[in-house]
């Protein structure tokens, strides 16, 4: 009986180190909005409480954060983030887009960012679109370009194809920057597995489990090989996907089922429309495949100048290259302002 109770006791000893050691390894806990604000709150940024319908009818509300880059009377450019990102992803874009004359309005999607998520918990690229669509009514804006990164290059479609033509809303012009394909958006992964990490117990704990070394190794995963990244970039993706509530949502939310058209009918109604498109991609994405980006220009029927690949570069080429990608940006618009 002893020798059992001793046994017990060792393993209970050891059970213990081993949670303080994957506490201490890989636990992060979340970071106050408040903290945050101190550097990532800029001189252009705004919050804003925006209301957007539900599909049932009513309303929800949600407390969108965004950077409004230029002047007020300039021609309106918004510039839509990816997953695990933020509006600050285009801060250099924004700054070069202001020089040119253009105005620049960079969004922090819900659950990203310093914006915050809905009480339900729901996301849909619906939802986001109709978040952008709010906050351009609440500007009092109604004619833009649109672009986005990945997740925010699916929201890009979708709204251009939701809103273009209503009550007067004009999209000039699209800029798919290594964009999600209508079918990607559901997630990845079993369904099993998604619904075991969207549980309350093991979202509360697996969204903890965010250590800057494993960050890091994603993002050197994201960047192509003619791209350096910097520690800087690294601390702004590790500090801000810990916002408070932030990794907990992304894991637990759950999408809305959107009954309008499908995102390949919704290409096509951009391309019946006539809006230039502009795709531009990384030929060394390892998240989205550049074969996207030819079924882009194959559904939208684009020219061979609207796709622009670039053999050195990764997932997200506004971040890696500003400079060299903001030239074929300038170019695109140019051309439609």
């Known amino acids: 009986m002893n020798m059992?109770?001793?046994?017990?006791?060792?393993?209970?000893?050891i059970f213990l180190v081993l949670m303080l050691v994957v506490t201490i390894v890989f636990v992060r806990f979340d970071i106050a909005r408040e903290r945050l604000d101190a550097t990532y709150f800029t001189d252009d940024s705004h919050d804003v409480t925006l209301a957007i319908l539900h599909l049932d009818g009513h309303t929800i509300d949600i407390d969108i954060h965004y950077q409004d880059f230029g002047q007020t009377d300039d021609p309106v450019i918004v510039l839509l983030h990816g997953a695990f990102a933020s509006s600050h992803t285009f801060k250099p874009w924004a700054d070069m887009l202001v020089l040119e004359g253009y105005r620049v309005l960079a969004i922090d999607l819900p659950y990203h960012g310093l914006s915050g998520g809905f009480d339900d918990q729901v996301t849909s690229q619906r939802r986001s679109a109709a978040v952008v669509k709010a906050l351009l009514d609440h500007l009092e804006i109604d004619q833009i370009i649109i672009g986005g990164n990945s997740m925010g290059g699916g929201v890009s479609w979708y709204f251009t194809s939701e809103y273009h033509g209503v009550d007067g809303f004009e999209v000039q012009g699209l800029v798919l920057i290594s964009a999600v394909y209508p079918g990607m958006q559901g997630g990845s992964g079993p369904a099993r597995i998604q619904r075991i990490l969207s549980s309350r117990i093991v979202s509360a704990v697996a969204s903890k489990m965010t250590p800057r070394f494993v960050l890091r190794n994603i993002l050197e995963g994201v960047y192509g090989s003619g791209s350096t990244?910097?520690?800087?970039?690294?601390?702004?993706?590790?500090?801000?996907?810990?916002?408070?509530?932030?990794?907990?949502?992304i894991l637990r939310n759950t999408r809305e089922i959107d009954a309008g058209p499908s995102g390949e009918e919704r290409l096509l109604l951009i391309r019946e429309s006539g809006i230039p498109v502009l795709v531009m991609w990384g030929l060394e994405?390892?998240?989205?495949?550049?074969?996207?980006?030819?079924?882009?220009q194959e559904i939208l029927m684009l020219e061979a100048a609207d796709l622009v690949i670039y053999e050195d570069i990764g997932h997200v080429p506004m971040e890696e290259q500003p400079a060299r990608t903001l030239?074929?940006?300038?170019?695109?618009?140019?051309?439609?302002t």
């Open 4 to 13: 059992f109770v001793r046994i017990i006791k060792i393993l209970s000893i």
């Open 229 to 249: 990244l910097e520690e800087e970039t690294i601390t702004r993706y590790y500090e801000l996907l810990r916002r408070s509530g932030n990794r907990q949502a």
């Open 285 to 296: 994405d390892s998240w989205v495949p550049v074969s996207l980006a030819y079924a882009f």
């Open 327 to 336: 030239v074929d940006l300038l170019t695109f618009i140019n051309q439609i």
